[in-house]
Structure formats: structure tokens, C-alpha cells
């Protein structure tokens, strides 16, 4: 008997591995074929009409999208096979494959028919009588499992079982970035996954729940879905920190999509890298919603009537400006209802048309006779006193100048904050050279949206790009319309749009993608937004993202308990009222597939004994409890020293975090890096170290296999006593979780 079974299992396993090679060699063939096609346009003459060139260029935007694409999936192509009682035998991989005669060799996981993969159970079949998992190595089926949903097949020898391909996925020990859990999606992840597009949907999960996995495959999912919907605008995700985004960047690409927009929340204003917020009182008076009113009335502060008459000199004559003259233009160009910059045309038109009939007039008094004086309009403009004038009452800005003074001088602080106590003004003050904060962003995003176009050519040159635009996008329509055919033929028809192709076309040194565009363009308004960790979003932040999807088109995800910023909001009805009241969905994941069980319990004693109301996913593993090492005030370095020695050779090859506070980041790196040389990265881009040393803050979202946390009361401290950042410190592990300490333990942890 048991020769037997394992006689079918090695046929079956060389039935499975000569599939899988042909799948492979099919990939393989696509990416020649592309490769061709892409030369061969590429070596095309560029010369010819417009229309040619936009035909040119539409077939190399969709062979390099398709080539990027191919070349993106390579690991773990297909991972699981479905047999329905239909008799159908249905491949599910991460894109879809079929032979050149249009055959169906494997359907892309986010495909409606690949749905039953993941949520097919015994008492919901959905037609399914066994779910194969593949397990492969390289490009090679190294085991088989089999879920067994057809009550008649469960003595089937051949029917394969094996340990488990989420418990196996589980157990593998982490590389520095995050992997796709495309083969082990689980049921209550991939109907969140697949939920409709429109409005806001929160996925409430707690540590280890898979809470970005989720994101990110509903991001691979939507775009799948809703392409029609979301290839122009595109897809943002937004995240708490560069470590995290580099983290994940490479999960979209190989779940089958390139090009999505990815911040973090540093960087969402074009142009700046926000350095993080340090000062707890700093950040929370940023954060509010009153400072919209704190950045308008600043704006108008630049908006000036002088306190008295001005003489102002026109080559050899004189005019007068009075502040009546200043106010009215002022009330005029504020009624247009046009930001600072736009706005500041109609001004400085009001003013120097009065200038000028003034002059004028004073000229025929004087002489004796009324002339023809158009050309003193031209005068009055070039006049170095009347620019200046001119730039005193309402001078152009820019965001970043309206924030940097608004910051760093008392009277424009005060006059803008009227609400603020001298002693809030005093903490708001910094030097006029101070780098921007991730507090400041908001600031900025709100600033742009008030001044305006800082183009000090102003509207006349917009119209002449607007208009050079709409000409070129002309042609590239009936280049479309031309090749109509053509496109079809390849399945390119409705891929290239003719604004793409304009853009082709520009005069740049290369054509920039849509992400890029989308990047630089602070204006951009996406089809969709992720967040990621939005339980530490400000009201301010979340009044920027607002903004980049008017539609209001949002997945969110966080756990409330892990709020560690100083602007947190204590729920998500608390953080979403003031943007889409009660409209949203509210999802909860309940499994923690990360976290060890013992490991779990102690993070939530701890977020329990300081009065967080937390909800405790199931964990899946039980796992050893925390270790505790307490050492003496001189001994802090050595004893970290000591338990990451410990860890390397316990979890062998996988990766150890030293998670600390913000303030020893440097310090117990450089002791780390000293007694293990090599094998120590310190700082957010050195996640691909054996041992890492970083914040509580930069290690939201990210996994470990041990962790070996720091001072933990000193976490609690620094960020104005929330354990939102210890919390998210001691959910980080996979396998272990250690502690040093030379202080007094915080409660919950002091049991240990």
C-alpha cells in the first residue's frame, strides 16, 4: 500500500513538474517575442509625421509594459491547480498564460475563475473537489499538497497531503523585504481583497494579520479588475516610512503590476524628503485641522495695504499710490476666487491701469493738451519703484517660502496663530534653514493648494501649453484611430490612450511614466488610494490624501492599538468623520499568522494594563514566551550584544531586529557593528543585513524572525508615554522575542 502511494505521488509530482516546465518555456517564448517586437520598433525611423511617430510609439509603450511584466514573475509562476466536478483542471499563477493559438494555460490569480482557489471550502465547495498547492524551488515542483473538498475523493491515494504551504510559507525565515502571500491567501483576506472598488473600506487587523499583504494584493487585484477605471489616474500607496516602502516595493511587480505609485508620507509633497517629526508637542499642534485656517490666514498676510500714501518714480515723473488704491485691487483680485499667484495678475493689472491713467491725466494737465499716452503703460510697468511696490503688496510665493517664514518669524507665526499661547509659538519656532518635517507636509500640501501656479508668467503661458497639448493629443487620436486594427491584432487595442502617446511624444530625454508623471504632478487626482498604518495619520495628513482622491476611493488598513504618533486618532470613527462621516466599511481580520502565541499574549498585556481596548487576532503558532534580560545602566550595549550573539545561532540564517530608541539608533549600532562585523546594518535602507538595528517607528509593518527590543519604558517615553510603539516593537518577531532592560518594566511585561 504504501508503495503504492508513493508510487502515485512521484508520478503525479513528474506529472505536475512537466506542466510547469511548459508554463515556464511559454514565459519564456512571450519574453523573446516581446523582446523582438521591442527592438524592432526601437529601430525604426523616427522620422515622419506626428501620426507616425504616435503609431511607433504606442506599440513600444505596450511591449515594454508586457515585457516589464513578464520578466517580473518569474519566481513562483504558478503555485495551484483546481479540479471542478465539471472534470475541468484549472491553473492559477500570477498572470495569465495561454498558447499562440489562444488556449488557456493558467489563469491570473485575480481572475473571477481563480476566486474558488481561495475561498472554496468543504461546506462551500464552489464546484471544487480538490485545491493543489504547488510548491516550487527555482522553476521546479519540489512537493504537492492537496485540499480534499470532495467527500468521495478522501481515499484516493492519489490525493497528496503535506505540512501545510501556509504554515510552510509561515516558517521560512525572512529576507529584508516583504514577500507576496499570492499562494496563501487565505478566505477572509481574499474576500477584502476582492471587495467592490468604490468608497472607503478599513481593514482593522492586529499584529501578524497580514494586514499589508492584504493592501497590496487588493491593489494588484483592483488594478486587474477596474483596468479601464484605474489605468489613467493610477494607484496610490502610501506608507509610515521609507523602510517600510522599501520593504515592500517588490511585491506589485511580481503579483503582475508595475507603474503604482508608492510614498511614503515624507514624500507625498513633490520635491521634499520630510525628515521625521522628533517633538511630540511639535506634532500634535501641526496636526489639527485648525491649521487650515493657521495656512490661509497666513497667505492673506502676504496680501498688503500700506500704511500710508507712496510716491513712486516713472523715469523723470512722479505718481502717487495710495492704500485705497492698494485695497481696492486687492478686493477685486480676492473676488476672483483664485489662488495667491493667479490671483496676483488681476492686482497688479488693477494697479498699474490706475497708475497710468493717473500719469496720463497729470501729463494733459500739465501740457496743455490730451494725447494719445498708451505707451505710458509700458513705462509705469518697467518702473523699478512700481515692481517693487507692486511685490511688497502682494508678492508672489512659493509653498515652501510661505512655510519656512510662517516657521521660523514670530510676527508672521502670531499673526496667522492668534489661538496659540506664546509658550505654542515659542515650540513652533525653528531656524529659517530648518529641513522640513514630516509635520510640515500637510503644511505645504495646503500652501500649494492656496497660492497656486508660482509660473510668474501666469495664466498666458499656461493657455499656450494647454493649447499645444490639445493639439498634439488631436494627432494622436486619429494615430489611434489609423491603427486601430493593428492594435487589436497584438491585444493593444484601448492600452495606449492619446494622451500617453503626447507624452511620448514630448521633447524630453526619455518618456517618463505614468507613476512619474503622477509623482511630480502634487495636483495628480488618483483612481484609488492605499493606506497603510493609517491609524498614525494626522487629521492634516489625511486631509493631503483626501485631496489626491477626490472620488474618495480608499482601502485603509492599521490597527488602532499600534498608534504611536502624537496625532493619532483613538478610533477610526474619530480619524474618518471629518472627511466621509460614516460612510465607510469596516473589516476585520482575526488570524495572526505572524506573531507566536506567547509572544502575542505578552504584547497585549502590555497595550491592556495601559487602557487600550484591543481586540487578540487567534495566532496560529503557540511559540516560546519573551525573554527578559535585566542589566545594570553601563551594561545596556554588552547585554544587547549578548542576546543578539544568542539569536544568530538559534534562528540560524534568519534575521535578528534590535529594535531601540530613536535617540540610541547610532549608539548600539556602532556597538552591534563592533562585535559582529559584517553582519550589522544600522538605518532604514539597511533592512538586508542579518541584524538590524532601528526605531520602533521605522520598524512598523516589517517582520522579523527574533527581535530583541530595547529599553522598552524608554519607548513609551519618547513618545509622550502611548505604548502604541512598544506594542508594534514586540509584535515584530516570527519566532522570538527578547528584551533588555536596565530600567523598571513597564506593566504587563514586568511578569517576565
Given at each position: 500500500m504504501a508503495e503504492t502511494v508513493a508510487t502515485m505521488a512521484a508520478e503525479q509530482l513528474a506529472v505536475e513538474r512537466a506542466y510547469v516546465a511548459m508554463l515556464y518555456d511559454r514565459l519564456d517564448a512571450l519574453r523573446a517575442e516581446k523582446e523582438a517586437e521591442l527592438a524592432a520598433v526601437r529601430r525604426s525611423e523616427s522620422a515622419g509625421n506626428h501620426q507616425n511617430r504616435a503609431e511607433r510609439d504606442a506599440f513600444a509603450s505596450h511591449y515594454e509594459d508586457r515585457l516589464a511584466q513578464l520578466q517580473a514573475v518569474d519566481h513562483r509562476l504558478v503555485f495551484g491547480r483546481l479540479d471542478t466536478r465539471d472534470g475541468d483542471r484549472r491553473y492559477v499563477g500570477r498572470i495569465g498564460l495561454a498558447t499562440e493559438d489562444h488556449q488557456r494555460l493558467m489563469v491570473d490569480w485575480r481572475a473571477r475563475e481563480a476566486a474558488a482557489f481561495y475561498q472554496a471550502t468543504a461546506q462551500n465547495p464552489m464546484n471544487v473537489r480538490r485545491r493543489r498547492h504547488l510548491i516550487l524551488e527555482g522553476r521546479e515542483v519540489a512537493a504537492l499538497e492537496d485540499d480534499v473538498l470532495d467527500l468521495d475523493m478522501l481515499d484516493d491515494e492519489g490525493v497528496l497531503h503535506g505540512e501545510g504551504a501556509l504554515l510552510a510559507a509561515l516558517n521560512q525565515k525572512r529576507t529584508g523585504r516583504m514577500s507576496d502571500i499570492v499562494a496563501t491567501i487565505q478566505a477572509e483576506q481574499d474576500r477584502i481583497i476582492r471587495a467592490p472598488l468604490p468608497g472607503v473600506r478599513v481593514v482593522q487587523g492586529g499584529p501578524g494579520t497580514g494586514k499589508t499583504a492584504v493592501a497590496l494584493h487588493r491593489a494588484a487585484y483592483l488594478l486587474y479588475e477596474h483596468r479601464d477605471r484605474l489605468r489613467k489616474a493610477g494607484v496610490l500607496i502610501v506608507g509610515p516610512s521609507s523602510s517600510f516602502m522599501w520593504y515592500i516595493e517588490r511585491v506589485l511587480p511580481a503579483l503582475g503590476e508595475t507603474g503604482v505609485v508608492m510614498s511614503s508620507l515624507s514624500e507625498l509633497y513633490p520635491g521634499v524628503t520630510a525628515v521625521p517629526e522628533r517633538d511630540v508637542r511639535v506634532a500634535r499642534l501641526k496636526s489639527g485641522l485648525d491649521m487650515?485656517?493657521?495656512?490661509?490666514?497666513?497667505?492673506?498676510?502676504?496680501?498688503?495695504?500700506?500704511?500710508?500714501?507712496?510716491?513712486?518714480?516713472?523715469?523723470?515723473?512722479?505718481?502717487?499710490?495710495?492704500?485705497?488704491?492698494?485695497?481696492?485691487?486687492?478686493?477685486?483680485?480676492?473676488?476672483?476666487?483664485?489662488?495667491?499667484?493667479?490671483?496676483?495678475?488681476?492686482?497688479?493689472?488693477?494697479?498699474?491701469?490706475?497708475?497710468?491713467?493717473?500719469?496720463?491725466?497729470?501729463?494733459?494737465?500739465?501740457?496743455?493738451?490730451?494725447?494719445?499716452?498708451?505707451?505710458?503703460?509700458?513705462?509705469?510697468?518697467?518702473?523699478?519703484?512700481?515692481?517693487?511696490?507692486?511685490?511688497?503688496?502682494?508678492?508672489?510665493?512659493?509653498?515652501?517660502?510661505?512655510?519656512?517664514?510662517?516657521?521660523?518669524?514670530?510676527?508672521?507665526?502670531?499673526?496667522?496663530?492668534?489661538?496659540?499661547?506664546?509658550?505654542?509659538?515659542?515650540?513652533?519656532?525653528?531656524?529659517?534653514?530648518?529641513?522640513?518635517?514630516?509635520?510640515?507636509?500637510?503644511?505645504?500640501?495646503?500652501?500649494?493648494?492656496?497660492?497656486?501656479?508660482?509660473?510668474?508668467?501666469?495664466?498666458?503661458?499656461?493657455?499656450?501649453?494647454?493649447?499645444?497639448?490639445?493639439?498634439a493629443t488631436d494627432n494622436a487620436e486619429h494615430a489611434l484611430q489609423n491603427m486601430h486594427q493593428s492594435l487589436e491584432d497584438v491585444g493593444a487595442d484601448g492600452i495606449v490612450t492619446a494622451s500617453q502617446l503626447t507624452d511620448f511624444n514630448a521633447a524630453t530625454t526619455r518618456r517618463m511614466t505614468a507613476a512619474e508623471a503622477a509623482t511630480a504632478d502634487r495636483t495628480w487626482a488618483y483612481g484609488h488610494v492605499v493606506v497603510d498604518e493609517a491609524q498614525e495619520l494626522s487629521p492634516m495628513q489625511w486631509r493631503v490624501l483626501m485631496r489626491r482622491c477626490p472620488m474618495k476611493s480608499f482601502t485603509v488598513v492599521g490597527d488602532i492599538a499600534q498608534a504611536g504618533s502624537a496625532a493619532a486618532a483613538r478610533s477610526w470613527r474619530a480619524a474618518l468623520d471629518p472627511f466621509v462621516g460614516e460612510r465607510f466599511v469596516l473589516d476585520e481580520l482575526t488570524v495572526n499568522y505572524r506573531t507566536?502565541?506567547?509572544?502575542?499574549?505578552?504584547?497585549?498585556?502590555?497595550?491592556?494594563?495601559?487602557?487600550?481596548?484591543?481586540?487578540?487576532?487567534?495566532?496560529?503558532?503557540?511559540?516560546?514566551?519573551?525573554?527578559?534580560?535585566?542589566?545594570?545602566?553601563?551594561?545596556?550595549?554588552?547585554?544587547?550584544?549578548?542576546?543578539?550573539?544568542?539569536?544568530?545561532?538559534?534562528?540560524?540564517?534568519?534575521?535578528?531586529?534590535?529594535?531601540?530608541?530613536?535617540?540610541?539608533?547610532?549608539?548600539?549600532?556602532?556597538?552591534?557593528?563592533?562585535?559582529?562585523?559584517?553582519?550589522?546594518?544600522?538605518?532604514?535602507?539597511?533592512?538586508?543585513?542579518?541584524?538590524?538595528?532601528?526605531?520602533?517607528?521605522?520598524?512598523?509593518?516589517?517582520?522579523?524572525?527574533?527581535?530583541?527590543?530595547v529599553e522598552p519604558q524608554s519607548l513609551i517615553e519618547e513618545v509622550g508615554g502611548g505604548v502604541g510603539n512598544l506594542y508594534v516593537a514586540m509584535t515584530r518577531p516570527t519566532q522570538r522575542l527578547r528584551v533588555v532592560s536596565a530600567r523598571e518594566l513597564p506593566a504587563g511585561l514586568d511578569r517576565y
Open positions: 487650515v485656517d493657521v495656512v490661509a490666514r497666513a497667505v492673506k498676510d502676504r496680501q498688503k495695504v500700506p500704511a500710508r500714501e507712496q510716491v513712486l518714480r516713472v523715469d523723470s515723473h512722479r505718481v502717487r499710490l495710495s492704500p485705497r488704491t492698494v485695497k481696492r485691487a486687492r478686493d477685486k483680485a480676492r473676488a476672483t476666487g483664485k489662488p495667491h499667484n493667479e490671483a496676483r495678475n488681476t492686482f497688479v493689472k488693477i494697479v498699474l491701469r490706475e497708475l497710468t491713467e493717473q500719469l496720463g491725466e497729470h501729463l494733459n494737465t500739465t501740457s496743455g493738451n490730451v494725447m494719445d499716452r498708451s505707451y505710458l503703460a509700458e513705462d509705469i510697468r518697467q518702473s523699478r519703484d512700481v515692481r517693487v511696490a507692486l511685490n511688497l503688496a502682494w508678492m508672489p510665493l512659493s509653498p515652501e517660502t510661505l512655510v519656512r517664514q510662517l516657521l521660523s518669524k514670530r510676527h508672521y507665526l502670531e499673526s496667522a496663530a492668534p489661538h496659540l499661547s506664546p509658550e505654542d509659538v515659542d515650540a513652533l519656532l525653528r531656524p529659517v534653514g530648518a529641513p522640513f518635517t514630516t509635520a510640515d507636509v500637510p503644511l505645504l500640501d495646503e500652501a500649494a493648494e492656496l497660492l497656486g501656479d508660482f509660473d510668474q508668467a501666469g495664466v498666458r503661458r499656461r493657455a499656450e501649453t494647454e493649447r499645444e497639448q490639445r493639439k507566536p502565541a506567547a509572544v502575542a499574549e505578552a504584547a497585549v498585556d502590555v497595550a491592556r494594563a495601559a487602557g487600550l481596548e484591543i481586540s487578540a487576532p487567534r495566532a496560529v503558532r503557540e511559540g516560546e514566551a519573551p525573554i527578559v534580560a535585566r542589566v545594570g545602566a553601563d551594561g545596556v550595549a554588552d547585554g544587547v550584544v549578548d542576546q543578539v550573539r544568542t539569536e544568530l545561532e538559534v534562528v540560524n540564517g534568519g534575521l535578528v531586529a534590535v529594535i531601540v530608541p530613536e535617540d540610541r539608533v547610532q549608539e548600539l549600532g556602532s556597538a552591534l557593528a563592533g562585535a559582529l562585523p559584517g553582519l550589522v546594518g544600522s538605518g532604514v535602507r539597511r533592512l538586508d543585513r542579518q541584524v538590524v538595528v532601528l526605531s520602533a517607528w521605522d520598524a512598523k509593518g516589517l517582520e522579523f524572525d527574533s527581535v530583541v527590543v
